[in-house]
C-alpha cells in the first residue's frame, strides 16, 4: 500500500499555470504507475493524466493534452501535474492515485490521496 499526499492546488486566473505535486510513502514508489483525475462538483471523478512507473510512457484526456504535463522523481518519491493555460472547466479536486498497471481506468488504481482543490476563475 502507498501513502499519497497532493499539494499546490489553489485559485487562480485563467490562462495561469498550477503545478501539483503528490508525495507517496513507501519503498516501491518506482514500482508504481502513478495518475491524475479530477474530479468537479457535481460531476463523476475523470481521468487527466497518467505515467509509467519509469516515466517513460504517459497519456493524457484530451481535455488537458498539450496543456498539463506529468512527472515524476522516483528519487523523491513524487509525481506531479504542471498545469498551463488553466481554464475555468478545470476547477475540480484533483486526486493522485497509484497502480500495478498503466492505465486510464480509474477501477484500476488502488491507492488514492485525499485530493487538492483547483479553482480557476475567468
Known amino acids: 500500500q502507498v501513502q499519497l499526499v497532493e499539494s499546490g492546488g489553489g485559485l487562480v486566473q485563467a490562462g495561469g499555470s498550477l503545478r501539483l505535486s503528490c508525495a507517496a510513502s513507501?519503498?516501491?514508489?518506482?514500482?508504481?504507475?502513478m495518475a491524475w483525475f479530477r474530479q468537479a462538483r457535481g460531476k463523476e471523478r475523470e481521468f487527466a493524466a497518467t505515467?509509467?512507473?519509469?516515466?517513460?510512457?504517459?497519456s493524457y484526456a484530451d481535455s488537458v493534452k498539450g496543456r498539463f504535463t506529468i512527472s515524476r522523481d522516483n528519487a523523491k518519491n513524487t509525481v506531479y501535474l504542471q498545469m498551463n493555460d488553466l481554464k475555468p472547466e478545470d476547477t475540480a479536486v484533483y486526486y493522485c492515485?497509484?497502480?500495478?498497471?498503466?492505465?486510464?481506468?480509474?477501477?484500476?488504481?488502488?491507492?488514492w490521496g485525499q485530493g487538492t482543490q483547483v479553482t480557476v476563475s475567468s
Open positions: 513507501g519503498r516501491t514508489f518506482s514500482s508504481y504507475a
Open positions: 505515467i509509467s512507473a519509469r516515466g517513460g510512457i504517459t
Open positions: 492515485a497509484a497502480g500495478l498497471v498503466f492505465t486510464v481506468r480509474e477501477s484500476q488504481y488502488r491507492d
